[in-house]
């Protein structure tokens, strides 16, 4: 069963043995640097920390939540002892099934909730109230969200998303917000922009970590995560409106911050550490959250998750999802025979590996031009796509390697696309660069045997797993 909030999430991972507790560990480095070292390990805990240097016992930070297959078996209501291979698997059936059923699960409003234990107004808005991190060495400030769900409004159709957008802490009152071209909340900020407007916004600082997970998936514009984290739980999500935006926030949460990005504010932010392993985007000016109200737990706990090089925290989770979107996606596009689909931990987007059963000439580009540019695949920021046969399995990096380096030709195999999405953390960039200036080029590479002669093709040396098994048993090695 999934979970309702963060405290009985964290009492099932205490359960299981995967919560470290970590008392007196100081906001600036110390705590990320904590994080990074449970990241290292691919079985790492999640980390409470608690007792940070200069705030009240009980104003809590919380990181990696779903570095494991267990914790993400756990956050997703899902078994906790499945491998990456059976939870890719599983979750391609259960997207299918979110798909189909998250318009039941519209949010439920209510009253009251624990969000408001604690409510400041106006002057009493103090962001500094909670011990941000400073997650990395040259990161340009503390960065109050990371693991957070910022929501925000189309002004035209109603429709509310949720995003995970890093925030900054500029003072008491002002953070910044870093939205990538292209996110349905930039697009959404954009809007109430052209309109002369400000742009109301919600962020959710603490909270389950299933809410955070949804926003960061690459859901349809217009599609309501809220209704989707409902379909995911087996329950409507409880939100309560927010008296300044009038959006809905989840009135289980830890923190919630309100207020508005007005047009034309901007305020420099960055650089921060980010998700492909740099400081890329550098500093530059980026929209202003004015906070009107803040609202949390007592004893509240905010969730984190810096990236890093990677692997990173965050990963392992995009590289499940990701594997198991597009390969719903390329079938829905109605490319046969797929037969895995991997998107390596880290680099989910920059390279993305698809195994097919050749039917018919061209049916390998097929399925790797789709998956360069289906969104759902590296449409934004791919780089590398690489096609594979289905005795190659393409979670495993050698056997990938083994495809490319005996099955493709080079000078045949590569076909390169120009002017395609490109990304603000893309560290190929040379800065500064105007953000309608962010073109890349990317690759598919088709490392399958070629198919007018597959049949010909050098027998691999396999070996019998019954007689390697035998062999064994008598002579042990
Ligand atoms: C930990 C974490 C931090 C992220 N930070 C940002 C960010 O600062 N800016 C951004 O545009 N996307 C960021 N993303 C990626 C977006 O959350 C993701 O692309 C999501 O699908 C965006 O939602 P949207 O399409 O509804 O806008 C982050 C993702 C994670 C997991």
Not at 19 to 42: C, F, M, N
Not at 169 to 187: C, F, K, T, W, Y
Not at 275 to 295: C, H, I, T
Not at 378 to 400: H, K
Request: charged share 25%; hydrophobic share 40%; glycine share 8%.
């Amino acid at each position: 069963m999934a979970h309702r909030d963060l405290r009985s999430w964290l009492q099932s991972v205490e359960e299981m043995g995967e919560l470290r507790r970590v008392s007196g560990a100081h906001w600036d480095l110390e705590i990320g640097y904590l994080t990074e070292a449970a990241r290292q390990k691919p079985d790492g805990p999640a980390l409470l920390f608690d007792d940070i240097p200069g705030y009240p016992r009980g104003y809590r930070v919380l990181t990696c939540p779903v570095r494991t297959p267990s914790r993400v078996g756990l956050t997703l209501g899902l078994p906790t002892n499945y491998s990456t291979k059976q939870l890719i698997q599983v979750l391609r059936e259960k997207v299918a099934d979110w798909n189909a059923t998250f318009q039941q699960f519209a949010a439920q409003q209510v009253e009251f909730g624990p969000v408001l234990d604690n409510v400041h107004q106006g002057a009493d808005v103090d962001l500094l109230e909670f011990p941000a991190p400073k997650w990395h060495q040259k990161d340009g400030g503390r960065y109050i969200g990371t693991g957070d769900t910022v929501v925000t409004r189309d002004p035209e159709t109603g429709a509310v998303n949720l995003g995970t957008y890093r925030i900054m802490v500029h003072d008491r009152r002002s953070a910044g917000l870093n939205i990538e071209p292209g996110r349905h909340g930039r697009i959404n900020l954009e809007k109430w922009h052209d309109r002369g407007q400000a742009c109301p916004v919600l962020a959710v600082l603490g909270m389950d970590p299933l809410l955070f997970r949804v926003a960061a998936m690459p859901l349809p514009y217009g599609m309501d995560e809220y209704l989707y984290a409902g379909a995911i739980q087996g329950e409507p999500v409880r939100v309560i409106t927010e008296p300044v935006t009038g959006l809905p926030m989840p009135a289980d949460a830890e923190v919630v911050i309100a207020g508005w990005c007005r047009p034309g504010v901007t305020r420099m932010e960055g650089p921060f550490g980010e998700a492909l392993g740099y400081y890329a985007s550098k500093a530059r000016d980026e929209p202003v959250l004015e906070v009107e109200a803040v609202y949390h737990r007592n004893e509240p706990i905010l969730l984190g998750s810096p990236p890093s090089r990677p692997p990173n925290e965050s990963s392992y989770f995009y590289a499940l999802i990701e594997s198991a979107l597009l390969h719903n996606a390329l079938t829905a596009a109605g490319v046969p025979d797929v037969v895995a689909v991997w998107a390596p931990e880290g680099m989910t987007r920059q390279i993305m590996v698809v195994s097919v059963k050749q039917r018919y000439p061209g049916h390998a580009r097929q399925a790797a031009i789709l998956a360069s540019q289906l969104p759902a695949g590296s449409a934004y920021g791919g780089r590398y796509v690489i096609v594979v046969d289905e005795d190659i399995d393409p979670t495993n990096t050698q056997d990938v390697l083994w495809a490319l380096g005996t099955r493709s030709d080079p000078a045949t195999g590569i076909d390169i696309q120009r002017r395609t999405r490109g990304s603000g953390l893309d560290p190929m960039v040379r800065r500064p660069a105007p953000r309608d200036t962010l073109f890349n080029s990317r690759a598919i590479i088709d490392a399958c045997k070629p198919f007018e002669w597959k049949a010909e093709f050098a027998e691999p040396i396999e070996f019998d797993p019954e007689l390697l098994e035998r062999v064994q048993a008598k002579w042990p090695i």
